[in-house]
């Protein structure tokens, strides 16, 4: 017997953050079927991180157990697939992406380990060399006698004189549990991205609706710098995805470049109602904050002498500078609309 994975994929009618592991039960000989599978999720290092159940697969197949020594069995066993469902808790699912962002795995792809055990039923019996001998007369009418007859494979003339045996004893069945062995499973970083991570909860961020300003009535100057700005927050959530926590970081600095030193976005700002001392302490706010962000940038200090040390970024840094940013362009937004017509 061989178990061949097929897929995984995300159950979406679940209230759980649930995956569904398909594979495939093939070579099933006709003299042992599989009965009850165990299986367990395990992450790349090895650690437990669910169980499987098979309470999701189909229920349409039959399997056959023959008995040995005949060359008129039943039918041969079919392939078929079996599905099973894990359950993900927050501690797996911060695991799985704590190890795929460790910096010694260069892929970023997601890889399954599991452990599987089949209970097996394989049966004792056997077809005994039983055939039919030229007849005589018993009570005056013609009788067959029943003889034995060593042979490899036996296939009896009627279909009533199936002798079966235990192979010399009265066990009939066997039950053995066994360990199969199953390949890792491999999930692509893309894949993972495209098709996971917000199931599962994973790099989600905070999304707001921005007012695009007006060309109108706005500078130039004001909408490029906007725009940019815009497409610098598209790119850090493209960065959230591939897990690249430091480059989110450096995708998200031109939106201070462009908004710490800009004549027209304090205009905004007191036109909106602030007054020179509030801009000036949102502006200290926003220098410092883009002083914060370029340490894991920059290779110098601020010196320009002294050797800036190689920064180590993480999830919570890069959801830092995340929620800044998007609070920054979302207070030009709002003061945006209440400039427009």
């Not at 159940?53 to 041969?76: E, M």
């Not at 209970?119 to 055939?131: M, P």
């Not at 180590?312 to 940013?325: C, I, K, N």
Request: overall charge neutral.
């Amino acid at each position: 017997m061989e178990i061949v994975f097929k897929s995984v994929k995300t159950n979406k009618n679940s209230i759980e953050k649930e995956l569904l592991f398909t594979f495939e039960v093939n070579k099933i000989k006709d003299t042992y079927i599989p009965l009850r599978f165990w299986a367990e999720l395990y992450s790349e290092d090895n650690k437990k991180i669910g169980n499987l159940f098979d309470n999701n697969s189909p229920r349409n197949y039959n399997l056959n157990v023959n008995a040995a020594g005949t060359t008129n069995g039943g039918p041969r066993n079919l392939d078929f697939e079996i599905t099973f469902s894990c359950y993900l808790g927050e501690k797996a699912i911060n695991h799985i992406e704590k190890y795929r962002l460790n910096e010694k795995n260069q892929t970023k792809d997601i890889v399954f380990k599991i452990k599987m055990e089949v209970l097996i039923q394989r049966t004792n019996i056997t077809v005994s060399n039983l055939h039919l001998a030229p007849g005589e007369l018993l009570y005056g009418k013609e009788a067959s006698k029943v003889i034995y007859r060593q042979e490899q494979y036996n296939n009896p003339t009627l279909y009533d004189a199936w002798f079966l045996s235990g192979q010399g004893s009265p066990n009939i069945f066997t039950y053995t549990r066994a360990s199969q062995d199953i390949p890792d499973i491999k999930i692509d970083l893309m894949t993972w991205v495209n098709n996971f991570t917000k199931y599962l909860g994973i790099g989600e961020v905070l999304v707001l609706e921005l007012i695009q300003p007006d060309k109108t009535v706005f500078s130039k100057d004001i909408v490029e710098r906007y725009e940019k700005a815009q497409a610098a927050l598209v790119e850090m959530k493209k960065q959230f995805g591939y897990g690249e926590w430091k480059q989110a970081i450096i995708a998200i600095r031109p939106v201070f470049e462009l908004f710490k030193n800009f004549d027209d976005f304090k205009q905004l700002l007191i036109d909106g109602g602030y007054t020179e001392s509030t801009y000036i302490a949102l502006k200290k706010s926003i220098d410092g904050y883009f002083g914060l962000i370029s340490k894991f940038y920059h290779g110098l200090e601020e010196n320009k002498v002294d050797v800036n040390p190689d920064i180590q970024a993480y999830t919570e840094d890069a959801y830092f500078a995340y929620s800044y940013s998007v609070s920054l362009m979302n207070i030009i937004s709002q003061k945006i609309k209440r400039k427009l017509p």
